[in-house]
């Protein structure tokens, strides 16, 4: 007996010739399996539907899909049935519709499934819950799509507090390396203090603190290479711990290169300051270019109000005090503690801070400019000019304390 529901014939998967309107609308008064054809029609209007702004007709279309036996045509009628929801402001009912779909096996549907579900959860503030919906969508993502998935990985990495796992994602979203160069400095820096620490008998100590009249006689590798040896393995990890917590916010807010820069010129400036006012016996570690970093958050959070996370939001506040805090415990235990670095290294932190803004995240002025939040527009003459005037003061500072340059 035909049936004109699946145009004129009793077998529908066999139909031929197109599926009219009139047909679809009663196959979705209907309840029961679907031919191939007909869902495939139905899944197709329903998104003709959605795209003239009928979300109530395209969800009867989706609904009459769901439970169809092939499950990329049911994972498509539940991705549907969760726009068509979305589209309606019920947006609890669209999460479930998408939940719905990633629930089946892989199909077609389920990678756009879990970035709509993705950004559900953020909306609903809801960010452990999106960034286990994200991971789901990296995994499944075609490869154009993957670096801006990173991308969002990152920055709700960044707004949770794990800078280390935003740092990652940024750089794979950037098509880079997952290592951060702070962690690749707390590694290097670890592993060389650690054996000049364990087998002083290697004289690694001796080749690379800062050792003044080594300095005068032209060994400038020393200004820099102090940061790699420690006293200590309690001044070590004094240093890497605090090198872990305020590295990954100078990355993410100016980038990995200007990291990089700032983390070798506030060493300098801080060996330099060394040299020029400390007159005891040699230095090691890295404290100055600690100090460094620190100054350039103290001066580029005020001078250019940038958009923080959480985590660097709580961190920043009390950047200030400690900084007062370990500069006066320097001057009370005399020449233990190598002050003139610790301030030559804030004091370049805060000029490079100051002048260089951060150009990875939005501020307060290229929100207002960008409401969009684009991160800030940097003037490459400005950048030029702070770094190139630290340089300069570092080679004067070198010349006056009689270093052979």
């Known amino acids: ?32 399996p679907l031919p191939a054809a007909v869902a495939a029609r139905l899944l197709e209007r329903g998104r003709e539907r959605l795209d003239l702004g009928e979300a109530l007709l395209a969800a009867t279309d989706f609904r009459r899909v769901i439970g169809h036996a092939d499950p990329s045509v049911n994972g498509m009628a539940w991705l549907g049935l969760g726009d068509a929801l979305y589209r309606l402001d019920a947006e609890a009912d669209a999460a479930d519709a998408w939940a719905s779909a990633t629930r089946l096996r892989d199909n077609t549907a389920t990678y756009d499934a879990w970035r709509r579900l993705a950004g559900v959860r953020v909306r609903a503030g809801d960010l ?50 997952t290592a951060g160069v702070t962690q690749l400095v707390v590694v290097v820096t670890a592993i060389l203090s650690l054996i000049a620490l364990a087998q002083q008998e290697t004289g690694l100590f001796e080749l690379l603190w800062m050792e003044r009249s ?7 590798y020393r200004l820099l290479s102090v940061t790699l040896v420690h006293g200590s393995f309690i001044h070590l990890a004094f240093n890497m711990y605090a ?15 200007l990291f990089a820069t700032f983390y070798v010129l506030t060493a300098l400036a801080a060996s330099t300051a060394s040299f020029l006012f400390s007159g005891g016996g040699p230095s090691v570690g890295a404290s100055g270019a600690v100090f460094g970093l620190v100054g350039v958050v103290l001066a580029g959070t005020r ?37 003139a670095a610790h301030i030559g290294g804030l004091v370049a932190g805060l000029w490079l801070g100051f002048l260089v803004p951060p150009g990875k995240v939005p501020t307060l002025r290229s929100v207002w400019q960008h409401p969009r939040g684009a991160p800030a527009e940097r003037s ?7 770094l190139i005037g630290l340089l300069g003061l570092i080679t004067f500072g070198l010349a006056i304390g009689g270093a052979t340059l």
């Open 128 to 177: 452990p819950g999106a960034v286990d919906a994200y991971r789901e969508a990296e995994r499944r993502a075609p490869p154009e799509d993957r670096a801006e998935i990173a991308a969002r990985l990152g920055w709700l990495a960044k707004e949770t507090g794990n800078a280390g796992a935003a740092s990652r994602y940024f750089a794979r979203a950037r098509g880079g390396t």
């Open 303 to 339: 001078a250019h109000h940038p958009v923080l996370d959480r985590r660097a939001r709580a961190i920043v506040p009390q950047l200030g005090f400690l900084v007062l805090v370990n500069l006066a415990f320097g001057f009370l235990v005399g020449g233990v503690i190598d002050n």
């Open 214 to 220: 080594a300095v005068r006689a032209g060994e400038l």
């Open 243 to 257: 090198l872990w917590i305020i590295g990954p916010i100078v990355e993410l807010a100016w980038g990995r290169r």
């Open 1 to 32: 007996m035909d049936d004109p529901r699946f145009g004129g014939r009793t077998d529908p998967d066999r139909a031929s010739g197109p599926v009219t309107k009139d047909q679809l609308d009663a196959v979705a008064a209907t309840q029961g």
């Open 380 to 386: 490459p003459m400005l950048v030029a000019a702070g």
